[in-house]
T-cell receptor, first 114, second 109 residues
């Protein structure tokens, strides 16, 4: 059974650029959630995708967008990068769409915006 | 809106000692999770607590949930260095997890 994988592991961008982060969910999981974790803080929920539809969204601006594909892998896109977007971006997959399911996290993508 | 608070935020302790991390939450939560994070690493699921009075144990860690007090605890028994990490609790609210700020635990030999 393959766990959650994310790519790339590290990324450096400059302000105003756009970035795409990728996530492959664990086998058998149809739900992917994305989180932003700033240094020294707990993760902040960005959004969740369930069977290719956005299932819910946290307090992030529209320049944070996402997709889920038929194989349940997912992308997080961030446009017009700002310095404060520097963080660890975590993807988590779960078997179903509710908060009742344990979420299994990938290793994360560390984004640095200069 | 669910809010989750952990305390302490930082804990330094000697090997062999016992200690407890507290997690308070503000409104009804579907369930309560505990995760561990090692420096520079991702989050590892430790426990999920589903109902009032739930208690789960794994090795030297034991988690409990009191839904009436809106309190969960993570108790560490006879700490060992390998348990040094940051521990997070998170409450379930519909489709998302709301996280505490984390407790950084350092266990000294």
């Amino acid at each position: 059974e393959t766990g959650v994988t994310q790519s790339p592991t590290h990324l450096i961008k400059t302000r105003g650029q756009q970035v795409t982060l990728r996530c492959s969910s664990q086998s058998g999981h149809n739900t992917v959630s994305w989180y932003q974790q700033a240094l020294g803080q707990g993760p902040q929920f960005i959004f969740q995708y369930y069977r290719e539809e956005e299932n819910g969204r946290g307090n992030f601006p529209p320049r944070f967008s996402g997709l889920q594909f038929p194989n349940y892998s997912s992308e997080l896109n961030v446009n017009a990068l700002e310095l404060d977007d520097s963080a660890l971006y975590l993807c988590a997959s779960s078997p179903g769409g509710g908060a009742g399911e344990t979420q299994y996290f990938g290793p994360g993508t560390r984004l640095l915006v200069l | 809106e669910l809010k989750v608070e952990q305390n302490p935020l930082f804990l330094s302790m000697q090997e062999g000692k016992n200690y407890t991390i507290y997690c308070n939450y503000s409104t009804t939560s579907d369930r309560l999770y505990w995760y561990r994070q090692d420096p520079g690493k991702s989050l590892e699921s430790l426990f999920v607590l589903l109902s009032n009075g739930a208690v789960k144990q794994e090795g030297r860690l034991m988690a409990s949930l009191d839904t009436k007090a809106r309190l969960s605890t993570l108790h560490i028994t006879a700490a060992v260095h390998d348990l040094s990490a940051t521990y997070f609790c998170a409450g379930g609210a519909n489709y998302q997890l709301i996280w505490g700020a984390g407790t950084k635990l350092i266990i000294k030999p």
